[in-house]
């Protein structure tokens, strides 16, 4: 059986400032529990290895590879966002697209009140939706 399932962020060198970024913009967000590389372990000593975060009460796990990949991520995947108000949709957006790239600008497209969808300056994938 299955104890829980939780995603899990990749990032290669920027899993810190990726997870800061988080912490401090989505409301009900905090770090869980944090890991350094140790001495003799891959990554550089002491630089952040893996953190385990809630990110608007979703726990996520955030890791900083010391390898390169030939992969990063993909907006087939993405964090969905339920905001409270406009306010709140208008916030974020404008904290999450510094940087980043929007896929969809934040707008009405008839199935909500507003609707963005975007990759954030990390590449991570994220919707937000406001009613």
């Given at each position: 059986?299955?104890?829980?399932?939780?995603?899990?962020?990749?990032?290669?060198?920027?899993?810190?400032?990726?997870?800061?970024?988080?912490?401090?913009?989505?409301?009900?967000?905090?770090?869980?529990?944090?890991?350094?590389?140790?001495?003799?372990?891959?990554?550089?000593?002491?630089?952040?290895?893996?953190?385990?975060?809630?990110?608007?009460?979703?726990?996520?796990?955030?890791?900083?590879?010391?390898?390169?990949?030939?992969?990063?991520?993909?907006?087939?995947?993405?964090?969905?966002?339920?905001c409270d108000?406009?306010?709140?949709?208008?916030?974020?957006?404008?904290?999450?697209?510094d940087g980043?790239?929007?896929?969809?600008?934040?707008?009405?497209?008839?199935?909500?009140?507003?609707?963005?969808?975007?990759?954030?300056?990390?590449?991570?994938?994220?919707?937000?939706?406001?009613?």
């Open positions: 059986m299955t104890a829980s399932v939780t995603p899990f962020l990749m990032f290669v060198g920027q899993a810190e400032a990726a997870t800061n970024f988080y912490v401090a913009t989505v409301p009900n967000s905090a770090i869980l529990s944090l890991e350094r590389w140790a001495e003799g372990e891959p990554g550089p000593k002491g630089a952040w290895k893996r953190a385990s975060v809630r990110i608007g009460g979703q726990k996520v796990i955030c890791f900083d590879s010391p390898a390169k990949h030939d992969f990063t991520f993909t907006p087939s995947f993405s964090l969905f966002v339920e108000s406009e306010a709140e949709i208008d916030r974020l957006y404008a904290a999450f697209i980043g790239q929007a896929l969809m600008p934040l707008e009405s497209y008839g199935f909500s009140r507003k609707f963005a969808w975007l990759n954030d300056r990390f590449g991570v994938s994220w919707q937000f939706n406001w009613g």
